[in-house]
């Protein structure tokens, strides 16, 4: 942020508001990967906004306002604090995961290996298992 002050001052003419102007830009993107929708769900949204934040604390602490940026983490990290622990009142995590928990195989994928049992054993198995397959086709 200094350096959008200072090279407009030194070169005699620019917009100082050119780098904050980038750097809100990219954010804004890195923030919008961040969003992803599972069905009726949205997550990401205070990823998002977390993102923007610190790029908004990086250019404050670059302008050489220390206090401003302390004072806004200090109010960043207690609103983020007390909203988690509202959200859990109110959306307990095991309600959430019930409604939005993609279907998952209950039983190992060829070659995983289980508690207790070989992994070279396991290996071989699979790997026969495999051969007569690509064999019969």
Same mark, same amino acid.
Request: proline share 4%; net charge neutral.
């Given at each position: 942020?200094?350096?959008?002050? $200072?090279? #407009?001052?030194?070169?005699?003419?620019?917009? #100082?508001?050119? !780098?904050?102007? +980038? =750097?809100?830009?990219?954010?804004?993107?890195?923030?919008?990967?961040?969003?992803?929708?599972?069905?009726?769900? !949205?997550?990401?949204?205070?990823?998002?906004?977390?993102? $923007?934040?610190?790029?908004?604390?990086?250019?404050?602490?670059?302008?050489?306002?220390? !206090?401003?940026?302390?004072?806004?983490?200090?109010?960043?990290?207690?609103?983020?604090?007390?909203?988690?622990?509202?959200?859990?009142?109110?959306?307990? *995590?095991?309600? $959430?995961?019930? *409604?939005?928990?993609? #279907?998952? *195989?209950?039983? #190992?994928?060829?070659? +995983?290996?289980?508690?207790?049992?070989?992994?070279?054993?396991?290996?071989?198995?699979?790997?026969?298992? *495999?051969?007569?397959? =690509? +064999?019969?086709?």
């Amino acid at each position: 942020m200094l350096l959008s002050i $200072w090279m #407009p001052q030194q070169m005699g003419g620019g917009d #100082p508001g050119r !780098i904050a102007a +980038q =750097v809100v830009a990219g954010m804004g993107f890195l923030g919008a990967g961040a969003i992803i929708k599972l069905g009726n769900s !949205i997550r990401g949204l205070t990823t998002a906004a977390s993102l $923007w934040l610190t790029a908004a604390i990086g250019l404050t602490i670059g302008a050489g306002m220390y !206090i401003a940026a302390g004072i806004v983490i200090a109010l960043a990290l207690v609103t983020l604090i007390l909203l988690h622990f509202l959200e859990q009142k109110i959306f307990p *995590e095991d309600n $959430w995961k019930k *409604e939005n928990s993609m #279907p998952r *195989e209950t039983t #190992p994928a060829a070659g +995983q290996v289980k508690a207790g049992e070989d992994s070279s054993q396991t290996l071989t198995t699979s790997l026969k298992g *495999e051969v007569s397959r =690509v +064999q019969e086709n």
